[in-house]
């Protein structure tokens, strides 16, 4: 019998400077963290610290600073490569976030292999960053998007996929785990299914990265994406995960300082990957303020963090059940930190208004996926997501709010 990997919780939460205050008078209980999670005093302290002791531009300084600067930048590379389990650092390309990535592949990969009569498979599941990039790529080059259904559960339906899957599919771009219902998609039976008829697969790890082990190895990803600021990191920095073997024949998503080999006017040559897709001074201290978040998540251990979030979700899950006129959307076998759910004549942008004035704060809207709200009739849902900081006591605060604003607005 596998034994529980126990965290501290209450060191967890003394970590994480934000937590400790009240809104409008009542104590903080944060449950908003698949739009952002918060960051530890590890990944604040390391960001001041860059600013007031190494900050330089990289790659081009001879001077000490600049090459204190380049060494944090290009350590962080190897740290997301082993997070990821990338065979390659060269592999790893720092964007904005999964949004960026995912318009990389799609304005490079995807204008240069994609023609008339190509199709692209999503699913109804989709945040709209990998919706309308796709669209977008679609209008330019003729190619078209295929749309796979979810069940009533939320569950990607597989034979629909398998159905929609053929020799014209040229990319696979699926969710690992929905942002709106938590749904955790069998994402390596989608990539082999996807190989099978020559197909590439793109993988939004958005909401996967924070919560389980990633393999892109194991799984057999083309490209993988994911944000920092989900992993308890900075806003505005991200991770592409491609192929050396895909990457090295991309052509570059922006150009600009530091993604050219030679520069004339008559003719620019290249970088090799990953520096061609990094035009520009980028965010060095998102990058620097990434590692520490990774050193701090792996410090902990997925599979605790898995663990724990796993029975916040369990028990957010049974108490939201007692609550008459509360319906549950998305009820999926394999689920990460997310219940979505509606209050019977209550609009969730009402619940979240009200939940907010208790000092609970969630998610109330349409998620960007609203063609998943649209697949379930509703015009949106009220969203908590749970990560490793939060309590047991905290969804009881949840439940109690609900029921309180369900009395007063009855």
Request: glycine share 8%; charged share 25%.
């Amino acid at each position: 019998m596998k034994t529980r990997t126990a965290i501290d919780i209450e060191k967890i939460r003394k970590d994480f400077p934000i937590l400790h205050q009240t809104v409008h008078g009542k104590p903080l209980v944060y449950l908003d963290n698949a739009a952002t999670t918060q960051r530890p005093s590890a990944v604040i302290d390391e960001i001041t610290r860059f600013y007031e002791e190494d900050n330089a531009n990289i790659h081009r300084g001879v001077h000490l600073l600049s090459q204190r600067s380049t060494e944090l930048y290009e350590g962080t590379r190897k740290t997301v490569q082993a997070f990821l389990n990338a065979k390659r650092k060269d592999e790893i390309v720092f964007t904005r976030g999964t949004t960026e990535a995912i318009n990389l592949v799609a304005a490079s990969w995807g204008a240069d292999h994609l023609k008339q009569g190509d199709e692209i498979l999503l699913s109804q599941m989709e945040h709209h960053s990998n919706i309308v990039p796709w669209q977008l790529i679609c209008e330019r080059t003729g190619a078209a998007i295929k749309v796979v259904n979810v069940t009533d559960e939320g569950e990607l339906d597989l034979a629909d996929f398998q159905k929609k899957l053929s020799g014209k599919t040229k990319l696979v771009s699926i969710t690992h785990v929905s942002n709106a219902l938590g749904t955790i998609n069998p994402i390596k039976q989608i990539i082999e299914l996807a190989h099978q008829v020559g197909a590439k697969a793109m993988v939004d790890g958005a909401q996967s990265a924070p919560h389980l082990k990633i393999d892109v190895q194991d799984l057999d990803a083309d490209f993988y994406a994911f944000s920092g600021h989900k992993v308890y990191g900075p806003t505005g920095i991200g991770v592409l995960y491609g192929k050396h073997a895909i990457l090295e024949y991309m052509p570059p998503y922006q150009g600009g300082g530091d993604m050219i080999h030679r520069v004339t006017f008559e003719k620019t040559t290249y970088a090799p990957p990953p520096a061609r897709f990094e035009a520009g001074t980028p965010h060095i201290a998102g990058v620097v303020g990434l590692k520490k978040a990774i050193e701090y998540v792996e410090g902990i251990g997925l599979e605790a963090i898995a663990e724990h979030e796993h029975e916040l979700t369990v028990y957010a899950t049974e108490k939201l059940k007692e609550i008459d006129g509360l319906k549950i959307i998305g009820t999926a076998k394999h689920k990460s930190s997310v219940v979505s759910f509606i209050l019977d004549g209550v609009h969730p942008h009402d619940l979240g208004t009200i939940l907010d004035m208790d000092g609970v704060a969630i998610r109330a809207g349409h998620h960007c996926a609203q063609p998943l709200m649209d697949r379930f009739g509703v015009p949106a849902t009220a969203r908590a997501s749970m990560a490793v900081y939060n309590t047991k006591e905290e969804i009881g605060a949840l439940a109690q709010s609900i029921r309180k604003t369900k009395d007063l607005l009855s």
